[in-house]
């Protein structure tokens, strides 16, 4: 099968009929490109434009409970799905699921917005193979040297590389995905599931509220503005979290901790952690560092749902710790 060529391997002779390419990691067209720029002016553009309008709203009908248990309830739903779903379950495989179980935390990561279940696997696992070099779909770091480069590299990683981009092949980085028919199918309801995440709170606006405002203010802030708020919280972790932060342990990219907004991004922003130990389950690593999505992966666990979390040992995460390098080294020398 030409497809599992090996592209270090040179062409097997013999077959002049066949024409032996090696599989391209990447795929650029004119038709792919036009895909990202519509992905990115609907839903990364338009909800900017939907949050200023739920802002506007205000003057209409002021913020209540239905309306910020709508944008919660939204936001914790299809954030957990991007967190534990896309990223430590299909991405990673950091535990194993029942299928219905995966699909679920699929359709509830599609409903984000955030692009379909295999083309954002394939980017991530891009992105943890070219960590801040050359082929980082999103690295902050490679946009120049000095203040402007840097301020480059923000808006690039943060926002701006989703208009064009390198597509990853998805044969190559997620052929297991590929195999697994039901996932395929989410995949491919993936502009449904958004349509679905924005028809649910516009609909139990209305029947909470029994009024047409209440209805428009479900779409404006369990919607578009919920949309705005977990996409920015995302993006904040491939931006910032690769400039800005701590590191607990050494990793050859240039990711960091920001453990004050762990709560605000399901445990996401232990993306150092994550670097160093990527298929580990739990991005906290220990049960004092919050982590939401590891939570939730516990939990299923405990409901036979969910099973193989395996962690890091405490040997492994000691070899790698920067601030307890050191002290390994002192009681070693002592012993
Ligand atoms: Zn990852
Ligand atoms: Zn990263």
Do not use: C
């Not at 696992?125 to 840097?150: F, T």
């Not at 800005?244 to 453990?259: V, W």
């Amino acid at each position: 099968m030409t497809t599992d060529h090996d592209p270090d391997r040179p062409a097997v002779s013999g077959d002049e009929t066949v024409k032996s390419e090696p599989r391209r990691k990447t795929i650029d067209s004119p038709y792919i490109h036009r895909l990202q720029r519509r992905h990115f002016l609907i839903f990364d553009v338009l909800p900017i434009f939907g949050t200023v309008a739920a802002v506007a709203f205000l003057l209409v009908r002021p913020f209540g409970i239905v309306d910020f248990a709508l944008l919660f309830v939204m936001w914790v739903v299809t954030g957990l799905g991007i967190t534990v779903g896309y990223h430590r379950l299909f991405t990673h495989r950091t535990f194993k699921a029942a299928p219905w179980v995966g699909a679920g935390l699929a359709i509830m990561g599609s409903m984000a917005g955030q692009g379909a279940v295999v083309s954002w696997v394939a980017l991530h696992r891009r992105h943890h193979e070219y960590s801040d070099r050359a082929g980082d779909p999103h690295s902050p770091n490679l946009s120049g040297a000095g203040w402007g480069g840097r301020l480059r590299g923000l808006m690039h990683s943060h926002f701006l590389w989703m208009r064009r981009h390198e597509y990853p092949n998805v044969v190559h980085y997620a052929p297991d995905l590929l195999k697994d028919r039901g996932l395929v199918r989410v995949a491919r309801l993936y502009y449904w599931w958004v349509g679905l995440g924005l028809l649910i709170p516009t609909v139990l606006g209305g029947l909470l509220t029994l009024s047409w405002t209440g209805t428009v203010a479900g779409l404006l802030w369990g919607g578009f503005a919920r949309m705005f708020i977990l996409e920015h919280t995302v993006w904040a972790i491939n931006s910032f979290l690769h400039m800005f932060g701590t590191r607990a342990y050494e990793s050859r990219e240039n990711s960091h901790n920001g453990g004050v907004f762990a709560l605000l991004t399901f445990g996401e922003s232990w993306h150092n952690n994550h670097h160093a130990f990527p298929t580990s389950p739990s991005f906290g690593l220990n049960w004092y560092r919050l982590d939401p999505g590891y939570w939730l992966i516990r939990s299923l666990a405990a409901l036979g749902l969910a099973w193989d979390l395996e962690l890091p040992s405490d040997e492994r995460m000691a070899a790698k710790r920067i601030s307890g390098k050191s002290t390994a080294a002192g009681n070693a020398a002592a012993a």
